[in-house]
């Protein structure tokens, strides 16, 4: 290993840098780490012993292509045949297409939601799920300089089309008309566009586009689908009077919805009505499970625990990061899993963040009866359920050491209600005896505590909000 790879550290969701620190030379370094890796622990061969086959997709960043085509290289010179894209592409594509074709692995060039002066690096491993740590760390400790093989013992490396496989399974396995449904897309300049948007038309609907033009700099800001960045997608669904808006983030692996009434609906309000749809109506044509559980990450909202308890359904909660929301949909009788970000996959579909085959789902279950409609149902048979978060700077070092202080510093009465019992999966969920939750964890991100609340109402949260921050703020 060089001096070069201590700016490389693999983080929740891959490795993401500025670019004057993502450079060619250490997307190299990745790259052989991933070669080294595939072939030492994750049996990366075909039949004949051959080194296998790893796909290696890109975003819609300037940088994107280039860093791709470095990895292509380097997996190639390693003895790996790779399948390269024409063009930048969805996240979930790469991760399908390594789950169907049953390659080695998968990389992908992407910052996500990041600003357009970063890029990133996720690495997929057989079946297309998020890499777990152990993973991510073998691949660490493998961060080297490329050491290629004897010319003769090259891979192949091959331009070919991986959304078009995609896309028509995706089709096949959502069987609705769309004729009479409207929708409103906005790709935020991402790799959504011409992917999510087709695949709505070519289903019947009327598709009106807004940022479907590839802009590497993302028109400026962040392709994060937060209200925030929505404004102009939610004002244009209630002016045009469609049916449904729809946004992908830049890599279209998360997706927010917008509707006519509501707006940019609270992702765990779609989440909610979403999981009970699938329960309730046969939308998604695929491998039948004996169980329809769920999987959500600590920090959602347990309005999606009323509707699998009105199911007689079990809710599997893990940490936040969709790896783990991953690993708990194969180790249980999963239908989906999800995160309060707008992170959702289907078991049977590929266990990771798919946001177009959940655009494509989200307008199945509008189409059957509206999303406004749907969460009305959901408010009124589970009542009002408001959840917010607010972040506390922390630098990384001290994370861990607030944590630990924080163990005894939990006090028998949070805003003015007992507390009745804690969880530990991700830092402290302390439920208290008022029905409400406040979450007190660790950004994998940021320098940051995030503190997150659950309550009937926004001044009951602003108050859990308050008491949280009171809380872990003495300790940093």
């Known amino acids: 290993m060089t001096a070069d790879a201590d700016a490389i550290d693999f983080g929740t969701d891959g490795w993401r840098a500025t670019l004057d620190e993502f450079t060619a030379p250490r997307v190299r370094m990745v790259g052989q780490a991933v070669a080294t890796f595939l072939r030492e622990e994750a049996d990366g061969t075909g039949a004949d012993g ?6 290696v997709g890109y975003d819609a960043r300037e940088s994107s292509r280039g860093f791709a085509e470095e990895l292509a290289r380097v997996l190639a010179t390693n003895g790996f045949d790779v ?5 930048d592409l969805p996240t979930p594509v790469v991760a399908w297409t390594v789950r169907e074709r049953d390659l080695a692995g998968g990389l992908m060039i992407t910052a996500s939601h990041n600003p357009p002066e970063y890029n990133g690096v996720k690495f997929l491993p057989s079946g297309g799920a998020p890499a777990l740590p152990d993973v991510t760390d073998a691949l660490a400790e493998r961060l080297a300089e490329p050491d290629p093989l004897p010319d003769g013992e090259w891979g192949a490396v091959e ?5 078009g496989p995609y896309t028509e399974r995706v089709l096949d396995a959502v069987d609705a008309d769309f004729s009479d449904l409207s929708v409103v897309y906005d790709a935020m300049h991402g790799s959504g566009r ?13 598709v009106e586009r807004l940022r479907c033009e590839r802009d590497p700099e993302f028109g400026g800001d962040s392709p994060e689908p937060t209200a925030d960045h929505l404004t102009d997608l939610a004002d244009r669904v209630a002016d045009s009077g469609a049916d449904l808006g729809v946004a992908n983030d830049g890599d279209a692996d998360r997706i927010t919805v917008v509707t006519p009434e509501r707006g940019v609906l609270d992702p765990n309000l779609f989440f909610a009505a979403t999981y009970e749809a699938v329960l309730d ?4 044509s695929a491998e039948a499970t004996t169980s329809d559980d769920v999987v959500r990450t600590v920090s959602t909202s347990s309005i999606v625990d009323r509707v699998a308890e009105d199911h007689g359904q079990e809710v599997h909660e893990t940490a936040v990061g969709f790896k783990w929301v991953a690993q708990a949909m194969d180790e249980h009788n999963t239908v989906m899993g999800g995160e309060e970000s707008g992170g959702f ?30 969460v009305d149902d959901l408010l009124d048979r589970h009542g009002g359920i408001v959840q917010d978060r607010v972040s506390v700077d922390c630098p990384d070092e001290r994370k861990a050491p607030v944590l630990a202080e924080l163990e005894d510093a939990l006090p028998d009465e949070l805003a003015g209600a007992a507390v009745e019992d804690v969880s530990t999966v991700d830092g402290f969920k302390v439920f ?26 926004q001044d009951r949260v602003d108050e859990l909000l ?7 703020e003495p300790l940093v």
């Open 50 to 55: 051959a080194a296998g086959t790893v796909a």
């Open 83 to 87: 399948l390269v894209p024409g063009r």
């Open 159 to 163: 331009e070919t089309d991986l959304v």
């Open 194 to 206: 011409g992917v999510t948007d087709v695949l709505l038309e070519r289903a019947g609907a009327d």
């Open 281 to 284: 109506e046969d939308l998604w």
């Open 345 to 374: 996959g289907l078991t049977a579909h590929v266990r990771n963040k798919d946001g177009v085959a959940f655009a494509l789902l989200a307008a199945a279950i509008a189409d059957a009866e509206g999303y406004d409609e749907r």
């Open 432 to 457: 208290l005896a008022d029905g409400t939750w406040l979450l007190m964890r660790p950004s994998g991100t940021e320098p940051k505590l995030r503190v997150y609340a659950e309550a009937g109402s």
């Open 466 to 472: 308050s008491a949280g921050r009171d809380l872990v």
